[in-house]
């Protein structure tokens, strides 16, 4: 069995080997530990507290998550157990309350290209063509990369679609061309949150494949945020089962699946037992968020 408890790794993580105590005391055990190069997430500790109606909301308590340069990690949770929250603080649309949020070993200070966001909903400009969109960031930093650009309007499958408006486009054409506005950046880490949540089952399953085929030929890095376990399997590297509010770590995952990989591979033998040890473990949890949103917990 390849998957690990979090809490077991991280208890490895934190014990300091007495012959590697050096001179500069954390940060060279840091270094020693962790990678901090481009592409890496290290979120340390991390809460965050909202001034709720009611009074003090803890969305976050204490989450603690090393994400490797050019690992895909899903962050699979119940809905309302912070899941968005850790997204936003890794963004940089947010600060934690406590504890930190390194990106590239360095403090997040505020949002950064270099950190691409996906919501939901498109964020793309109603009133810009598609293209006037793909090309809208580069082009605020005076970087516009045309063979970039044609590479993605190819590889998007948009051709032919440049001067078509958003609303002029399917829902998953829509999210296509968030994906190359995002791209069109050459983000070192994307940050997608429940990306394919609202399309239909087979839209869903050909973006999950196009998302697998964009990562697999770059080094990038993907935080994903979802609340479908199929989902959370098929694309990760390590699945990050958060708890119910107030949210942490529960479980980590290692999803040993060959790659490159495609959405056939859910009817594999293997898939299904991580499904289910992935079910198992968020199932408690479910039933706590839901119980939570009913008022009774
Ligand atoms: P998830 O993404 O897992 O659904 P969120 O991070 O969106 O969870 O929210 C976690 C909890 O924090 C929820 O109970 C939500 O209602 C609450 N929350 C989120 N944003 C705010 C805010 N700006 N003010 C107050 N409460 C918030």
Not at 59 to 81: K, N, Q, R, W
Not at 87 to 98: F, N
Not at 118 to 143: C, H, S, Y
Not at 248 to 265: F, G, M, N
Request: hydrophobic share 35%; aromatic share 6%.
């Amino acid at each position: 069995m390849s998957e690990r408890n979090t809490d077991d790794a991280r208890t490895d993580a934190n014990e300091r080997p007495a012959d590697r105590t050096g001179p500069d005391g954390d940060e060279q055990f840091r270094s020693w530990t962790e990678s901090s190069g481009t592409g890496t997430v290290n979120i340390k500790d991390m809460s965050k507290v909202y001034d709720a109606d009611g009074g003090d909301l803890t969305a976050v308590d204490g989450m603690d998550l090393h994400i490797e340069a050019e690992e895909f990690v899903t962050v699979l949770g119940p809905s309302g157990c912070g899941k968005s929250t850790v997204m936003e603080c890794v963004a940089g649309y947010l600060d934690p309350t406590e504890g930190e949020v390194l990106v590239n070993g360095e403090p997040v200070d505020g949002p950064d290209p270099s950190r691409g966001v996906v919501f939901q909903e498109n964020r793309l400009f109603p009133w810009k063509t598609i293209n006037e969109n793909v090309r809208f960031g580069p082009q605020m930093r005076d970087a516009v990369d045309e063979n970039r650009v044609e590479t993605l309007f190819d590889q998007m499958g948009l051709e032919g679609f440049e001067n078509s408006y958003p609303h002029e486009l399917s829902g998953g054409m829509q999210q296509r061309a968030e994906l190359a506005r995002l791209l069109a950046n050459d983000p070192d880490i994307m940050l997608m949150d429940e990306p394919f949540s609202g399309l239909d089952a087979m839209t869903k399953e050909l973006m999950q494949e196009k998302l697998l085929d964009v990562w697999e030929d770059d080094d990038r890095t993907v935080l994903f945020i979802t609340h479908d376990v199929e989902e959370a399997i098929l694309l990760a590297d390590r699945v990050v089962v958060m708890t119910a509010r107030p949210g942490r770590v529960k479980d980590v995952i290692d999803v040993d699946l060959d790659r490159p990989r495609d959405t056939d591979v859910v009817t594999t033998d293997r898939f299904k037992e991580l499904q289910r040890r992935a079910n198992e473990s968020i199932h408690e949890e479910a039933e706590r968020a839901m119980e939570q949103a009913e008022g009774r917990a």
